[in-house]
């Protein structure tokens, strides 16, 4: 990969450039900040320095940037390079700046009273990221002289993302023992349905969804893990898994710079967080990477059938994924000339048509073991609605489907048209050309549709199949490892610093826009929430009535309650699930359940009725959740106690004539 770098007064020019627009977005930031908290500028000597103190660094910024238009602009550009040329500073001023520049973003924005005050304002979060990113490029040029400004920067930005990153998933390890989301602990709770005879005493069916998911969260059960260990595997887990791609990617790139190769592992990492991507899918990528070659078939072989049957146990839209994959570097590895097209084609057909088939059989394998009657259970998603609003920016997903994934993958495809165009048209085959990109169209609309699906979440994880494989292609493209039909490697392409620039800024940026809190709580507090629970679940007991949780099912899974009876029925994602799928059947058994006011108890967050429109963030899956569960719960149970603090209401049956919300 070679970077055609600009000049040193273009670079200060376009720094000068950024920080001068992300300056005066900070300031209507704080405008309207002010007004949303009521506060008179005139009258908060704070506010006023403030405002004073941004305006004074505006115009100044503003001065640099039509300055360094002029000769004055070039000779500030050779002044500020023999700064560091000449070694005026001590190295422990440029580790003092570097670790400024590291950590010093991350600190600022994670403090309570910005988050409280500041922490929607964007732009004033933009530009404090630019001034610390600015200081710790000084300070790796302090340290290493002979690193260009443009990569020192990007080295930097790269470095705070992905320090945000891992505070963003540190900070969900907690020993909090209830739901720190809607679907949080039901991720502690379905692995333990393996184990069922250990935990409960008793059989119970496996998981529905995402079975291989929940299969690498079922060791914390092994020993009895505490709810904070599960938090910390299942974070653990992640990095490790979706770092272990990069490995066989970069064996197979053989970049010999070895500066080039921690930017690329650094991006590489981030990028595969961009989505993200699930980390159960990263199993099969590993496995096809490691195990794809072209002159060892049955290793080949090998590899697709064994990611397939762990696709087949994971996910309808994986089947072909693995095959996909083998295909792809096919593709890539493998000239056409000298061969019919029909026997080129040969080997993807027969992976792509024995991996999906293998994979359908291996889920219905998956099937016959879980215990799960209803086979039909397992393909909800097929008949679930969608939502063609959430292409574009919406309630619930303010980037909006469509310019999200433009946002991440154009850039990419910017870059690998550049490189086709450069290279001698000649020496690329259209046919593999179509090939690939067929494969990766296909991917993104099948992406699109999943995402599009209801419930189909508020980012790109659905993309997560297409977002993998683009990331190969990409990288064979950029690092000359595409074989042309004369058996040589692509020649490498110089890139523009700016193409370069926007590849990296979709990945970099998918952290860096959260602010990162850990999660406080009152221990006692929420002791005596366990206990006043634990009394209501005894009393409920002792009426020899059955107790249903909804939710907080890690309670029991993980014995912070003692002597309850696990009703594996209704557990709040397969009940969102059947609902979303309007699965009659299922639904129609959870509403005579209702109407029998079968359970004793039932423990789930506080039910608010209440039918939102598209202007709030997930309207439909709240709608159908409203209708088609709540409805039923309310109508036959009233609210016994609320904890509000930890998101917990108990509901017992209605005594006399029953009231119903109105809708």
Excluded at 325 to 346: D, H, R, T
Excluded at 499 to 521: C, D, E, H, Q
């Amino acid at each position: 990969m070679q970077i055609r770098q600009p000049s040193s007064p273009t670079f200060w020019r376009f720094v000068f450039a950024t920080v001068l627009f992300f300056a005066l977005f900070a300031y209507s930031d704080l405008l309207r900040v002010t007004q949303q908290l009521n506060i008179i500028v005139s009258s908060s000597k704070p506010w006023i320095g403030l405002f004073l103190l941004l305006g004074v660094f505006t115009l100044f910024l503003f001065f640099l940037l039509v300055n360094s238009y002029s000769i004055r602009g070039n000779r500030l550009a050779d002044f500020l390079d023999s700064l560091i040329a000449q070694k005026r500073f001590p190295a422990i001023l440029g580790w003092l700046f570097l670790l400024i520049g590291l950590t010093g973003f991350a600190l600022f924005t994670s403090n309570a009273y910005f988050i409280r005050v500041l922490g929607d304002a964007s732009g004033v979060r933009y530009l404090i990221l630019l001034l610390f990113s600015l200081v710790g490029m000084w300070g790796i040029k302090m340290v290493r002289n002979e690193t260009a400004w443009r990569t020192a920067w990007i080295v930097i930005v790269l470095c705070q993302s992905l320090i945000q990153l891992f505070l963003f998933f540190l900070s969900q390890v907690t020993a909090y023992p209830f739901a720190m989301g809607w679907s949080e602990t039901s991720r502690y709770y379905f692995p333990s349905l393996f184990l069922s005879e250990k935990v409960y005493g008793l059989k119970y069916p496996w998981p529905i969804l995402h079975p291989t998911l929940h299969l690498l969260l079922v060791p914390p059960y092994l020993f009895d893990a505490p709810l904070w260990f599960h938090r910390f595997w299942q974070v653990a887990l992640r990095f490790l898994l979706l770092g272990l791609i990069i490995p066989p990617l970069l064996k197979r790139l053989k970049i010999e710079d070895r500066q080039l190769h921690r930017l690329v592992v650094l991006w590489m990492f981030l990028f595969l967080f961009t989505g993200p991507i699930y980390f159960h899918l990263a199993v099969p990528v590993i496995i096809v990477l490691w195990g794809f070659s072209l002159h060892d078939g049955r290793r080949t072989w090998v590899a697709v059938l064994l990611a397939s049957v762990w696709c087949g146990w994971s996910r309808v839209n994986w089947y072909p994924v693995p095959a996909l994959i083998a295909a792809v570097l096919y593709f890539l590895e493998e000239p056409i000339v000298g061969k019919k097209l029909w026997q080129y084609l040969l080997k993807p057909f027969l992976w792509f048509t024995v991996g999906t088939i293998l994979a359908f059989l291996s889920q219905r394998l998956y099937i016959a073991l879980s215990g799960i009657p209803d086979s039909g259970s397992f393909y909800t998603s097929l008949s679930s609605d969608l939502l063609w609003y959430r292409l574009l920016p919406n309630a619930s997903y303010s980037l909006g489907l469509i310019p999200a994934a433009l946002l991440v993958s154009l850039p990419m495809w910017i870059v690998m048209y550049a490189i086709l165009r450069t290279n001698n048209k000649e020496a690329w085959n259209p046919i593999r050309l179509l090939l690939l990109f067929a494969v990766l169209f296909v991917l993104f609309i099948g992406g699109l549709l999943v995402s599009l699906k209801i419930g189909g979440g508020v980012d790109l994880h659905n993309l997560d199949a297409y977002l993998c494989i683009l990331l190969i292609v990409f990288s064979y493209f950029v690092f000359a490892r595409y074989r042309l039909e004369n058996g040589e490697l692509s020649r490498p392409v110089p890139l523009p610093w700016f193409l370069v620039l926007a590849v990296i800024l979709m990945p970099a940026w998918s952290y860096l826009r959260f602010n990162i809190g850990f999660k406080t709580y009152d221990e006692n507090q929420t002791q005596a929430t366990l206990k006043s629970l634990q009394s209501y679940v005894d009393e409920a007991k002792a009426q020899g009535g059955e107790i249903l949780f909804i939710t907080q099912r890690q309670l029991i899974s993980m014995h912070m309650l003692n002597g309850i009876r696990l009703v594996p029925e209704y557990e709040r994602e397969d009940l969102m699930e059947m609902a979303m799928a309007n699965n009659t059947e299922y639904l129609g058994k959870f509403r005579s359940d209702m109407e029998s006011q079968r359970f004793a108890l039932i423990v789930v967050d506080p039910l608010n009725f209440n039918i939102m429109t598209r202007n709030r963030s997930f309207a439909d899956e709240n709608n159908v959740w409203v209708r088609r569960v709540m409805k039923q719960i309310l109508c036959n149970y009233r609210q016994e106690a609320v904890f509000a603090e930890d998101d917990l209401a108990l509901y017992v049956p209605q005594a006399g004539e029953r009231q119903c919300p109105q809708n």
